[in-house]
């Protein structure tokens, strides 16, 4: 099959498909008894990052598991810090730890972008694997946090609840912030160069915090560098679409994609499929946007909140997928469910 075949990437060119097509943020993950026996071959977190035939291997679970329609390649948003110069850790059951960007000395001594290779070509080693290794029908995924996301966590060396230390940069030293967001724009667009020139058929930008940005510095900060990073990519890899997820935008979703240039939209759990029907789907390729508290629920509410979803998207392009990452606690024969009854 040619890749303009697949459905993932006829939706994103706009197409209305009668069943759309469905893939899960996070869906090779903790939730899945085979990732959990892969994950602990492999050691820690980044070995299976790094381990281009583990990192392979988690990819695949899930496709034979469920057959989605696209596989999204396994790696983390915040190796791109770590090719940087960061040091990067991750403790078991709180998350990452990063060395801390506090002001213009610690920017001085992150590497620069003509280096990030050094670190990241293993991960360019797995979408190859990937590509061969994928049914025909499979589109492969890449990805990157964007630019604002992963800030956040350099600055304040792991997740916050509000982003603070990233917000008080941006008003104590911005001369400071803008280099650090102008290093991991010109960072991600490399990386996900190098990824699409491996085999990656469509890339993803997750801006996860993009709900924590100051009002009048989203479109500095949130709008600006994923624009760019598209931009550049597009000149690159002109027929490559790229999907855009400004997590908790509320209201800046709209002409979002028009001003990033983005192919596809993916919406969190909070957007009402209704208003994201009539106000954003006229103009992109929506995608989601399924609670995933559901895949731990199951039953009558989780068919219910599918069918709504499906029906109300359905007359536009739409990629199927849950508003956020599922969750560990979630249980395998739930995603049947959703897939059965998507696909009738």
Same mark, same amino acid.
């Given at each position: 099959?040619?890749?303009?075949?697949?459905?993932?990437?006829?939706?994103?060119?706009?197409?209305?498909?009668?069943?759309?097509?469905?893939?899960?943020?996070?869906?090779?993950?903790?939730?899945?008894?085979?990732?959990?026996?892969?994950? &602990? &071959?492999?050691?820690?977190?980044?070995?299976?990052?790094? /381990?281009p035939d583990l990192?392979?291997?988690?990819?695949?679970?899930?496709?034979?598991?469920?057959?989605? #329609?696209?596989?999204?390649?396994?790696?983390?948003?915040?190796?791109?810090?770590?090719?940087?110069?960061?040091?990067?850790?991750?403790?078991?059951?709180?998350?990452?730890?990063l060395s801390?960007?506090?002001?213009?000395? #610690?920017?001085?001594?992150?590497?620069?972008?003509?280096?990030?290779?050094?670190?990241?070509?293993?991960?360019?080693?797995?979408?190859?694997?990937?590509?061969?290794?994928?049914?025909?029908?499979?589109?492969?995924?890449?990805?990157?946090?964007?630019?604002?996301?992963?800030?956040?966590?350099?600055?304040?060396?792991?997740?916050?609840?509000?982003?603070?230390?990233?917000?008080?940069? =941006?008003?104590?030293?911005?001369?400071?912030?803008?280099?650090?967001? #102008?290093?991991?724009?010109?960072?991600?667009?490399?990386?996900?160069?190098? &990824?699409?020139?491996?085999?990656?058929?469509?890339?993803?930008?997750?801006?996860?915090?993009?709900?924590?940005?100051?009002?009048?510095?989203?479109?500095?900060?949130?709008?600006?560098?994923?624009?760019?990073?598209?931009?550049?990519?597009?000149?690159?890899?002109?027929?490559?679409?790229? =999907?855009?997820?400004?997590?908790?935008?509320?209201?800046?979703?709209?002409?979002?994609?028009?001003?990033?240039?983005?192919?596809?939209?993916?919406?969190?759990?909070?957007?009402?499929?209704?208003?994201?029907?009539?106000?954003?789907?006229?103009?992109?390729?929506? &995608?989601? /946007?399924?609670?995933?508290?559901?895949?731990?629920?199951?039953?009558?509410?989780? !068919?219910?909140?599918? !069918?709504? =979803?499906?029906?109300?998207?359905?007359?536009?392009?739409? =990629?199927? /997928?849950?508003?956020?990452?599922?969750?560990?606690?979630?249980?395998?024969?739930?995603?049947?469910?959703?897939?059965?009854?998507?696909?009738?």
């Amino acid at each position: 099959m040619k890749s303009a075949d697949k459905t993932l990437l006829r939706a994103l060119r706009g197409e209305t498909l009668p069943v759309p097509p469905v893939w899960m943020m996070r869906q090779a993950g903790r939730y899945l008894p085979e990732y959990r026996a892969t994950r &602990q &071959q492999a050691g820690s977190f980044l070995d299976l990052c790094y /381990n281009p035939d583990l990192a392979t291997e988690v990819t695949l679970q899930p496709i034979r598991r469920y057959g989605f #329609d696209a596989a999204i390649l396994f790696a983390d948003i915040l190796l791109i810090p770590q090719a940087l110069g960061a040091d990067l850790t991750f403790v078991q059951g709180e998350g990452p730890r990063l060395s801390t960007i506090t002001g213009k000395a #610690d920017m001085d001594q992150l590497r620069g972008v003509d280096t990030i290779d050094e670190t990241l070509s293993p991960i360019y080693e797995t979408v190859s694997n990937l590509r061969a290794a994928l049914p025909a029908e499979t589109a492969l995924i890449g990805f990157a946090g964007a630019p604002w996301t992963v800030a956040t966590y350099m600055i304040a060396g792991r997740g916050t609840p509000d982003q603070a230390p990233a917000r008080r940069m =941006i008003y104590g030293d911005p001369e400071t912030f803008d280099r650090l967001i #102008d290093r991991i724009t010109d960072a991600t667009i490399e990386y996900l160069s190098r &990824q699409i020139a491996a085999g990656a058929e469509v890339v993803k930008i997750f801006d996860s915090w993009a709900g924590t940005m100051p009002g009048r510095h989203f479109a500095r900060y949130c709008v600006e560098p994923v624009a760019r990073i598209t931009r550049e990519l597009k000149a690159r890899h002109a027929d490559v679409p790229v =999907i855009g997820f400004p997590r908790g935008a509320g209201g800046h979703a709209i002409g979002f994609a028009e001003a990033t240039g983005v192919d596809g939209l993916a919406l969190d759990t909070s957007v009402d499929p209704a208003w994201a029907a009539a106000t954003l789907q006229p103009h992109v390729c929506v &995608q989601g /946007n399924l609670d995933p508290l559901l895949m731990v629920e199951g039953g009558d509410a989780l !068919r219910r909140e599918t !069918r709504a =979803i499906v029906d109300a998207f359905s007359g536009g392009p739409h =990629i199927f /997928n849950l508003g956020h990452g599922i969750t560990p606690d979630a249980d395998p024969d739930h995603v049947s469910i959703m897939l059965e009854t998507i696909r009738g």
